[in-house]
């Protein structure tokens, strides 16, 4: 508001640079209101102008405002598209990017870099490796597939959609990678099991190219999945001095499921930072695999103050006391979950069929064909009984 108050005593508020900045300002404030007065008060409102509106309802989670917005604005360019096209990507919004993406095209428009980036990125988190592959046509097509920050959207999609012969295309034949590049393939790796293809790209990574934290985490994922608990206490070794929260999570989770829960605990008793619940649900959920109730127990009561929103540990301390037979606990844990207004979080997935994903959710009735859904599974349910 100073700023604004300054620009208006000093007469600049009418340049149209200046008050886009400003609309700009007020939104990544969260003050999408005062924004759109000063939007609506710009007489000759440029591409500009619009994009920093349009960005701004986004970037606040107000879609429809900004699909409105868009709809009214008379000449929008790539960046009109690409800035209405994140809007929806960050608002997990996946169906309205690709179908966005098809009436860019309609209207022949070139997507640029950032489109290209943002509609992978949807493939990649709907696994939606059709579609995933027509994108990758079209940026081929457009000659911009060795971009680097393409290419990375590219593997990252392909990884995570499953193909990670794909994936390993695309990276192998990659002019120029970053740490971002690198960071995608080998969490790709590892998160599709090919630990050890993970740790030996870690391995031969550039001198050039120090680490980022996910990068970390992807190494110490590999090695706490694959049974390689020395080979991950060796990394840690390396660079316990870039180690946060979330790579001590990572390294508690691979000593827990390797068994080593003593050394789990003591790790979290020593760490320099303050352990995340995250590491002590991995604890928990460490000795409900080995069965140690005694462990459980207390670092049960560790986490439970941390924990106040999330009913994880709750959930698996209480399937440690099933598993035992100890039920009259178990009632205990779910009274207490209940005391504190805390639930089973419910699963959800989702499915391409047919070039169109669909999306579930536990206990959703909202599909179209919800009826015949359910139908199916009972019939499958009632011809698994005999077996």
């Known amino acids: 508001m100073n700023i604004h108050g300054h620009t208006v005593k000093i007469g600049m508020e009418r340049d149209v640079y200046i008050s886009s900045s ?44 900004a699909n409105s917005l868009f ?15 994140t809007g929806y990507l ?20 070139r997507p640029n870099k950032s489109t290209f980036s943002s509609l992978l990125c949807a493939c990649a988190t709907t ?13 081929i097509k457009l000659g911009i597939q060795s971009d680097v920050f393409v290419g990375t959207a590219l593997t990252d999609m392909y990884a995570k959609s499953g193909d990670v012969e794909g994936a390993c295309r695309v990276f192998n034949r990659m002019p120029q990678r970053n740490e971002f590049t690198w960071t995608v393939m080998i969490q790709g790796l590892a998160e599709s099991g090919f630990a050890m293809e993970a740790l030996k ?10 680490p980022n934290d996910l990068m970390l985490s992807s190494v110490f994922f590999a090695c706490s999945h694959s049974g390689l608990v020395n080979r991950g206490l060796q990394y840690f070794r390396t660079f316990e001095t870039k ?9 508690v989770d691979m000593l827990s499921r390797a068994g080593r829960l003593e050394e789990a605990e003591e790790l979290i008793e020593s760490m320099p930072v303050e352990p995340e619940p ?8 460490g000795c409900q695999r080995h069965k140690n109730e005694e462990l459980a127990e207390r670092t049960a009561k560790k986490l439970w103050p941390a924990a106040e929103r999330d009913s994880g540990g709750y959930v698996i301390l209480s399937n440690l006391y099933a598993s035992a037979g100890r039920w009259k606990d178990v009632l205990e844990v779910r009274k207490l979950m209940k005391e504190k207004g805390l639930k089973k979080n419910g699963g959800c997935s989702w499915i391409e069929l047919k070039n169109q994903v669909h999306s579930f959710h536990s ?12 139908g199916v599974l009972k019939l499958l349910m009632y011809e698994m009984v005999p077996v």
């Not at 790209?201 to 120090?210: V, Y």
């Open 22 to 65: 400003l609309i700009d300002l007020y939104c990544k404030c969260g003050q999408t209101n005062e924004g759109r007065l000063l939007f609506d008060s710009v007489a000759e409102k440029n591409v500009v102008t619009w994009n920093s509106m349009i960005g701004g309802y986004g970037f606040n989670g107000q879609m429809e405002e």
């Open 71 to 85: 709809e009214a604005m008379p000449s929008p360019n790539s960046v009109s598209w690409s800035a209405l096209i």
């Open 90 to 109: 960050d608002n997990k919004q996946f169906d309205k990017v690709l179908d966005l993406f098809n009436q860019m095209l309609l209207f022949g428009e």
């Open 127 to 139: 696994a939606s490796l059709e579609k995933g592959k027509n994108i990758h046509g079209k940026a």
């Open 201 to 210: 790209l870690f391995d031969e990574m550039d001198s050039r190219t120090p």
């Open 243 to 251: 180690m946060n929260g979330s790579h001590y999570t990572c390294l």
């Open 278 to 285: 995250n590491a002590l649900a991995a604890l928990l959920s």
């Open 363 to 374: 206990g959703d009735g909202a599909h179209s064909q919800s009826i015949k859904i359910y």
